[in-house]
């Protein structure tokens, strides 16, 4: 399983991650969406350059061109509600792709127990598509499985991209074990070392969610 974190090289990422981070940055909601939506647009930059092309023939206002489009068929998926601005990130490069949501929610048993479950899933077909499933927090693996594993009703893709802007250590091994190895690539914009009893991120950024949308109750 490839595993690709943009913290071990400098990059535009890493000043969207620094302000993302940050306490008094984040204090502005509409430049922590963007900051989502840009990383979201980097990674599938580079995500496109994994892709199958073929080559078509174009008509210029002088001659025929060659060109090489996406052979692929694409499908964007992503997890509510933090997941949106990330989601449209993706969707703002791969403007040809299907699209897939999944609600995925934390129901709390004691205040640091708590089960993931699935309240929502609307998807095309993905027999032998390219699925990429965004997330901007992957703290413990647990949605992001439950997810795919809800996704999998709908087909069985040929290659998955698990995209998150913040991972832990926890996450990224838990993902290892539970994905197919052969055909699953992780892309985290960071990688950091710990999750608290919580299961929040440590140094992470906080609730996603609540800094792009506002506080839920």
Known sequence: MKIVNFGEF?????????????VTIQQDPMRFRRNLERIGQIM??????????????????LDRAKCQVIDDKVVLATIFRAGIPFHQGFL???????????????????????????EYLASPRLDGKVLIIADPMLATGASMELSYRALLTKGEPSHIHVASVIASKV???????????KKTTIWAGAIDDEINAHSYIVPGLGDAGDLAYGIKE
């Open 10 to 22: 400098p990059s535009l990422i890493s000043q969207y991650m620094m302000e993302l981070r940050d």
């Open 92 to 118: 703002g490069y791969f403007d040809r792709a299907e699209n897939a949501f999944v609600s995925a929610y934390r129901k709390y048993k004691e205040k640091e127990n708590f089960d993931v479950f699935i």
């Open 44 to 61: 599938a930059f580079e995500i496109s350059r994994t892709l199958r092309y073929r080559t078509v023939e174009t008509q210029t206002p």
């Open 171 to 181: 996450a990224i091994d838990y993902i290892k074990s539970t994905f197919p190895e």
